[in-house]
């Protein structure tokens, strides 16, 4: 489902083009209110992502910034942070780089990362309108594979028992003592673990909380991925 409200926003009328004629998933429109658009994770038994759609126009000026930062607060309490993340598309145009929203989008994460009454949100870089489906389909494919995998370990309260053998590093065959306790806090399952190795902005994360173990970490889940 994708919410009308997208269709006063201008710089996403050819954004509301492809949903309308998109096959698979079919979209209907409708009023979500919270957010702009809900895709189905092919898990079992299949779950949704609620989805907020930015775009450099979203922090065009300092009103139009604190808007978005406040309806990312809103939107952040509406499953208490699960099965949520951020569509930040780079380039309106197909034929634009997406370098021309690079620096809107950096300046985001930046906020968001340092803003308390935020939790941390996945922000997926779509390359453009045209690849924005595709892209997203990329991402909950993955997500389902990261969830069949934690769902296939002994239970979920032995996340804090597997957290110290998430790394591949060199140096370590598991994480130490005060580095698993730092990603417990960081994150509250290892699917969550998962999505911050899949992204720039979930790695900067665990390189500045981290240091030299993050790439250990990122190697990990960089080899769940390729198996």
């Given at each position: 489902m994708f919410?009308a409200?997208?269709?006063?926003?201008?710089d996403?009328?050819?954004?509301v083009?492809?949903?309308?004629?998109a096959?698979q998933?079919k979209l209907?429109?409708?009023?979500l209110?919270?957010?702009?658009l809900?895709?189905p994770?092919?898990?079992?038994?299949?779950s949704v992502l609620?989805?907020?759609?930015?775009?450099k126009?979203?922090?065009?000026?300092?009103?139009?910034?604190?808007?978005t930062?406040?309806?990312i607060e809103?939107?952040?309490?509406m499953?208490?942070?699960?099965?949520?993340?951020?569509?930040?598309i780079l380039?309106?145009?197909?034929s634009e780089s997406a370098?021309v929203?690079l620096h809107?989008?950096?300046?985001?994460?930046m906020?968001?990362l340092?803003?308390?009454?935020?939790p941390?949100?996945p922000i997926?870089?779509?390359?453009?309108i045209?690849r924005?489906l595709?892209?997203?389909?990329?991402y909950t494919?993955?997500?389902?594979?990261?969830?069949?995998?934690?769902?296939?370990a002994?239970s979920?309260?032995a996340?804090?028992?597997l957290?110290?053998?998430?790394?591949?590093?060199?140096?370590?065959?598991?994480?130490?003592e005060?580095?698993?306790?730092v990603?417990?806090?960081?994150?509250?399952s290892l699917?969550?673990?998962?999505?911050l190795?899949?992204s720039?902005e979930?790695?900067?994360?665990?390189?500045?909380?981290?240091?030299a173990a993050?790439?250990?970490?990122?190697?990990f889940?960089?080899e769940?991925?390729?198996?």
């Amino acid at each position: 489902m994708f919410c009308a409200s997208l269709r006063a926003r201008r710089d996403l009328r050819g954004l509301v083009a492809e949903l309308t004629n998109a096959k698979q998933p079919k979209l209907k429109e409708c009023k979500l209110g919270t957010h702009d658009l809900d895709l189905p994770i092919p898990t079992e038994p299949q779950s949704v992502l609620h989805l907020l759609v930015l775009t450099k126009a979203s922090l065009a000026s300092v009103d139009a910034t604190d808007a978005t930062l406040s309806r990312i607060e809103r939107f952040s309490t509406m499953t208490g942070g699960a099965d949520i993340a951020i569509a930040f598309i780079l380039a309106i145009d197909p034929s634009e780089s997406a370098s021309v929203g690079l620096h809107a989008f950096t300046s985001l994460q930046m906020l968001m990362l340092t803003n308390k009454n935020l939790p941390l949100i996945p922000i997926l870089p779509i390359n453009n309108i045209g690849r924005f489906l595709l892209e997203l389909d990329e991402y909950t494919s993955a997500r389902a594979r990261y969830s069949s995998m934690v769902a296939a370990a002994p239970s979920i309260s032995a996340r804090r028992d597997l957290l110290p053998h998430v790394t591949m590093s060199a140096s370590e065959h598991t994480l130490s003592e005060h580095n698993t306790n730092v990603l417990s806090d960081l994150c509250g399952s290892l699917s969550d673990v998962a999505t911050l190795a899949g992204s720039d902005e979930g790695r900067s994360l665990l390189g500045d909380w981290l240091e030299a173990a993050a790439d250990g970490v990122i190697n990990f889940w960089a080899e769940e991925r390729v198996v």
